[in-house]
């Protein structure tokens, strides 16, 4: 009768668990119904809620400062958000069966429609207005109930931000009996090739370089303690030029798009990151940032002129001014425990 009534229970458990596991929206970690990959069920991330913030009054906040910082994902701590690499072929979308890098997380709810991307640019001026894509004031909204894969409008207003285009096709279209198909220039008079469209190139893992983070940095009195809330994030990819001849060189970084991180942290919340000193302690994405489990360095401060370090600053010297900024920060609160 034990052994009924213990095989009834863990019956039981396993589906509560599996059910749990269909409204995962990341990599499951059950493949079937009653198959546990691993000696143990991983219900700490799937079943943990997102830690609120501490709320903050006005009157309480004695002092912030506003800084964006750059997650350089060179850097072996970062690898976490860097890998797995995903690709995208003619086919699929190629994906790990376990865990994803953030892009890979970030792309596939925002072709969801989960997440809202902000333009870093005003879209009516087609990338040649200014540059402001942190404020968070442009929007590319999804109509209700509509995503990438079923809504036209949607996704061409999307596909800049995921994607980009690639050189121009060699390949002439042809008629309905194999012959090229010719334009005639109607002010010249000159024929030419009716080509292909452009391919488009879609940006996966190993085309994100950094990660750049824009937060508030304050004292709260009535803690008495110094906190700091992330505002926003954004992908950065390296800036692809084509010149005549169809010849791609890099000029530069680019920032892809600017995501509101509150709403991030339900999405990271779902998803675990890989942990090189202990297999069975994953904690997940919100949590490496909650931890700020990850290496950066300031690139801008709020500042009277509104510019970036690299204006007055370059090489080492931005460096060490990164490194001046983030000690002061450091320094308010000691000073304010100094008697």
């Known amino acids: 009768m034990r052994k009924i009534i213990l095989m009834i229970i863990g019956l039981s458990t396993t589906m509560v668990y599996a059910q749990g596991f269909e409204q995962l929206p990341g990599p499951p970690n ?6 546990v990959d691993g000696p143990w069920l991983n219900t700490n991330i799937i079943t943990k809620r997102t830690i609120a913030y501490e709320g903050v009054r006005e009157a309480d906040a004695i002092w912030s400062k506003r800084v964006w910082r750059s997650i350089d994902l060179r850097e072996k701590i970062n690898h976490p958000l860097y890998y797995p690499l995903d690709e995208v072929t003619p086919y699929e979308w190629q994906r790990n069966g376990s865990r994803w890098s953030l892009w890979t997380i970030m792309r596939k709810h925002i072709l969801n429609g989960d997440l809202r991307v902000f333009s870093p640019f005003n879209p009516v001026s087609y990338g040649l207005g200014n540059w402001d894509g942190d404020q968070l004031k442009y929007p590319i909204n999804a109509p209700a109930g509509s995503n990438f894969y079923n809504d036209d409008t949607f996704r061409d207003d999307l596909l800049y931000y995921v994607a980009r285009l ?26 030419s090739y009716v080509y292909q469209p452009r391919d488009t190139i879609w940006y996966n893992s190993r085309d994100i370089v950094e990660y750049r983070l824009k937060e508030d940095w304050f004292f709260d009195k009535e803690r008495s303690c110094m906190d700091v809330r992330i505002i926003a994030i954004a992908p950065v990819v390296y800036k692809i030029e084509m010149d005549a001849n169809g ?4 000029a530069g970084k680019k920032e892809l798009f600017w995501l509101y991180f509150p709403h991030c942290r339900y999405v990271f919340n779902n998803y675990v990151m890989y942990n090189d000193r202990n297999s069975s302690q994953w904690m997940s994405i919100d949590d490496l940032f909650w931890k700020r489990r990850f290496s950066s360095y300031v690139y801008k401060e709020s500042n009277v002129y509104d510019r970036s370090i690299d204006n007055y600053k370059h090489g080492v010297e931005a460096l060490r001014e990164s490194e001046l900024i983030t000690n002061e920060i450091r320094s308010i609160e000691h000073d304010l425990w100094s008697f």
């Open 30 to 35: 059950v493949n079937e119904a009653g198959i």
């Open 166 to 191: 690639g050189p121009p096709s060699d390949i002439p279209k042809v008629d309905v009996y194999g012959d090229p198909l010719v334009q005639i220039d109607p002010l010249t008079g000159d024929s």
């Open 247 to 250: 010849i791609e060189t890099i």
